[in-house]
């Protein structure tokens, strides 16, 4: 019999072979086909409709799939790492661009040499506002779930992922800020502005950064049920899984650490990671955290209302916020707070380490009665020794002497959903106590509203709707007047607290959705409430992280002591609840207070310092980080070191600036 020729089969590998002959097919359910197709078997499958190509990067259960998919699999390519990369870099990161990975859409891939164009809203997030070079990566964007909502906008997450040609083996996730709505370039700086240590991406970490699932900066996105749960939290785990993908495909391999770090709102969303996927990150920096944002969103209506209850009228009698403190009113109470607390570490070096034990209280600084301009030495001598039961006794101007603690309290504080203001007064507005001389006091109108204001919002009845603030030196900074105050000369305020709070407050934290909501009749009885649906849902207050150290997670909080939207009181009682809650947290958490810094940064503080190395050295090397090392240009050629809670660097002796003049104690 005459043989027939044929035409030569592909080579079937072993594994290929056993799963076309495997029968019955359910029989192998527990196996499954990895499909990354060979490019010109791919074309093939495009170009017949009737042989549905194998997805890439998805697991097809082998009981469901076909004879096409099996066959497409037995003459793909080999995905074995050895030979996948045995690809160029650029050439494995442009064959991301057609991976499917379901319910996303990989939008761009390409080949960077390293070149990082400046970061637009580096005032949101505490990231770098300049250029950047790192090594040759893969830059990746897509969006994730795309959807027309029910206010028939677009929307969807968004994210970027780069992957560093020299990787580490590590992953990072880098937090957003303000209400998110952008894609910051996905760098893993430290997010403190001041920073100098060197960022994840240089470092060789896989870095993804996203847009909280809808496309503007705005709080408009309110109105959509989803996108309040996916800026909440949802996208935080959608976009986890699909850059952990990513990484898979490119590298071959997974990422042997996982991390997260942000500030502001993207410091809440490193808190989210422990506390609601406590099984994904190994490890979480938290900066400035806005942990309590529904609440913190309220508080900054309360402080508006208690500045423009004093602020002056123009010449058409419209109130001016900004000039409710003057420039000199702040340098007055910074003095004040300053020579009061600085030295109850040891050491008067302008840095109030011992913060806790500052009880400095602003009726030391106003003025007799019908004395507005009396000097603060005869004001002081008219002033009660003993205020109100309770309250901290007054000292002499600078006196040092320990009193009671004016915020025993521990209320429940939150945080806003805006982002880091780092405007600058401008030259029209109230000049620095260089350019014009102090006051020497304050009428009792401003001292009254400074109390309000670190007293913490309130209802009527007195009870806490959030946490009190600590005194501190950095209530004269320009971070704290914009948040606070802004520098408009017009019946439009500019500050911080009303351009991105009040729009966030009525739009997302407050349910229902009402953007025409007037806030400035906002009942802290009656409207307070409205913002608790949101809050359940994006509030990161959850106290066991049980699960999250079970995992060999590492916690490490950062904030100011002089934040001037999210109080520093308020995350120190969190953390200390979360300490009495979560057994051994000592083990796996740390919170460091930086005196004297604002909002991610700013600040009259020692305020660049690089907790990425110490989680690193924490989480690998099993070395727990007991203080940081901080400088700062506020003090140059000086080091001091931030203290884990509850120590403080303490002065023990030697040359002051030096590091190792101080002891944690």
Same mark, same amino acid.
């Given at each position: 019999?005459?043989l027939?020729?044929?035409h030569?089969a592909?080579?079937l590998?072993?594994?290929? *072979?056993a ?5 019955p097919?359910?029989a192998a359910v527990p196996?499954?086909v990895?499909?990354?197709?060979h490019?010109a078997a ?8 009737s042989l549905?190509?194998?997805q890439n990067?998805?697991?097809? !259960?082998l009981a469901?799939a076909t004879?096409?998919q099996l066959l497409?699999?037995?003459t793909?390519?080999d995905?074995?790492?050895?030979a996948a990369?045995?690809d160029s870099?650029s050439q494995?990161? /442009?064959?991301l661009?057609?991976?499917?990975i379901g319910g996303t859409r ?7 040499t390293g070149?990082?164009e400046?970061?637009?809203m580096?005032a ?15 830059v990746?964007? =897509? ?6 909502g029910?206010?028939?906008k677009h ?6 992922l ?5 990787w580490? $083996?590590?992953f990072?996730?880098q937090?957003g800020g303000?209400?998110? =709505?952008?894609v910051a370039?996905?760098v893993g700086?430290i997010?403190?502005?001041? %920073?100098?240590a060197?960022?994840a #991406? $240089?470092?060789?970490?896989a ?6 699932g809808?496309?503007? +900066?705005?709080p408009?996105f309110?109105a959509d049920q ?6 909440a939290?949802q ?7 699909v850059a952990?993908k990513?990484?898979m495909?490119f590298?071959?391999a997974?990422?042997?650490h996982?991390?997260f770090m942000?500030c502001s709102?993207?410091g809440?969303?490193a808190?989210?990671a422990?506390?609601?996927?406590p #099984?994904?990150?190994d490890g979480?920096?938290a900066?400035?955290?806005g942990?309590r944002l529904s ?10 209302q208690?500045l423009?209850?004093?602020a002056p009228p ?5 109130k ?7 420039q000199? @009113?702040?340098?007055l109470?910074s003095?004040a707070v300053?020579e009061k607390?600085?030295?109850?570490? &040891?050491l008067k070096?302008g840095?109030?380490n011992?913060?806790?034990r500052?009880?400095?209280d602003?009726a030391?600084?106003q003025?007799?009665?019908?004395n ?7 004001n002081?001598?008219?002033? +009660?020794a003993?205020?109100t039961?309770?309250k901290?006794h007054a000292?002499p101007?600078?006196g040092t /002497? ?6 025993t ?5 939150s945080?806003?959903?805006?982002s880091? &203001?780092?405007s600058k007064?401008s030259? =029209?507005?109230?000049?620095a106590?260089?350019?014009a001389p102090l006051p020497q006091c304050?009428p009792?109108a401003k001292?009254?509203?400074l ?7 309130k209802?009527s009845?007195g009870?806490p709707?959030y946490?009190?603030?600590?005194y501190d030196?950095g209530?004269?900074?320009?971070n704290?007047?914009?948040?606070k105050?802004?520098d408009?000369?017009?019946a439009?305020?500019?500050a911080n607290?009303?351009?991105l ?9 407050m349910t229902?959705?009402?953007p025409?909501f007037? #806030?400035t ?5 009656? @409207? ?5 649906q %949101? ?5 990161a207050?959850?106290?066991d992280l049980?699960?999250?150290?079970k995992?060999g997670g590492r916690?490490i909080?950062?904030t100011?002591v002089s934040d !001037?939207v999210?109080?520093a009181?308020?995350q ?10 979560? !057994? ?9 207070m *930086?005196?004297g810094?604002n909002?991610c940064?700013g =600040?009259?503080?020692?305020n ?12 690998n090397n ?5 203080? #940081?090392v901080a ?6 050629n000086k080091?001091?070191?931030l203290? /884990?809670?509850p120590?403080?660097a303490?002065y023990?002796?030697g040359i002051p ?6 002891t944690c104690r």
């Open positions: 019999m005459k027939r020729p044929c030569p592909p080579l590998r072993p594994l290929h *072979v799963l076309l002959m495997a029968t097919l359910a196996l499954n990895h499909a990354a197709p490019p791919a074309t093939a499958a495009r170009a017949t409709s549905p190509a194998v990067a998805q697991d097809v !259960p469901a004879t096409p497409a699999a037995a793909s390519r995905t074995s790492p050895a990369l045995t870099p494995r990161c /442009a064959e661009k057609s991976m499917h990989i939008t761009s891939t390409s080949w960077s070149g990082i400046a970061d637009s580096a949101f997030t505490g990231g770098q506002a300049a250029s950047q070079q790192v090594g040759a990566h893969c990746i964007e =897509g969006e994730i779930g795309a959807r027309t029910a206010d028939g929307y969807g997450t968004r994210f970027q780069r992957l560093p040609e020299q580490n $083996k590590a990072l996730f937090g303000g209400v998110d =709505g952008f370039p996905a700086n997010p403190f502005q001041q %920073t100098t060197t960022p #991406l $240089k470092r060789g970490y870095v993804v950064s996203m847009d909280g809808h496309p503007t +900066p705005t408009d309110g989803q996108a309040r749960l996916d800026f939290y996208s935080t785990g959608k976009v986890t899984a952990r990513l990484v495909q590298y071959q997974s990422p042997r996982s991390y942000g709102n993207g809440r969303e808190m989210i422990a506390q609601r996927y #099984l994904e990150f979480v920096i900066a400035n955290p942990f609440r913190a969103a309220v508080a900054e209506v309360w402080d508006t208690q423009m209850a004093i123009n010449a058409h009698g419209q001016i916020l900004a000039n409710a403190l003057t000199q @009113d702040l340098d109470v003095k300053t607390c600085d030295a109850k570490d &040891g070096d840095v109030i011992a913060w806790e500052c009880d400095f602003p030391v600084l003025c007799a009665e019908d507005a301009t009396g000097s603060l030495a005869d002081l001598k008219t002033t +009660p003993t205020q039961a309770g901290a000292a101007h600078g /002497a320990a009193g009671p603690k004016s915020h309290r521990q209320h429940s504080t945080t806003t959903g805006s880091a &203001g780092t007064v030259a =029209g507005s109230q000049t106590a260089n350019d304050l009792a001292v009254q509203a109390k309000a204001i670190f007293g913490g919002a209802n009845h009870e709707i946490s009190g603030w600590f030196s209530i004269n900074q320009p704290w007047r914009q948040w105050l802004g408009s000369q017009t439009k305020p500019n607290n009303v351009i709070g009040g729009g966030s407050l009525t739009q997302y934290f229902p959705f009402n025409a007037d #806030l009749k906002f009942d802290f009885d009656r @409207d307070t409430s409205k913002t608790y %949101t809050g359940a849902l994006n509030d207050i959850s106290t049980s699960t999250f150290r995992n916690l909080i950062i100011g !001037p999210f109080s009181m308020d120190r009682n969190w953390f200390k609840q979360m300490q009495a809650d979560t !057994p051994k947290a000592q083990d796996f958490s740390r919170l460091f *930086v005196p810094m909002h940064g =600040g009259n503080a020692f660049d310092f690089d907790p990425l190395t110490a989680l690193e050295n924490w989480h099993d070395r727990a980080p007991d203080y #940081l400088q700062g240009k506020a003090f140059p080091q001091m070191p203290c /884990a809670w120590k403080v303490t023990t002796g600036g030096k590091l190792n003049s101080f």
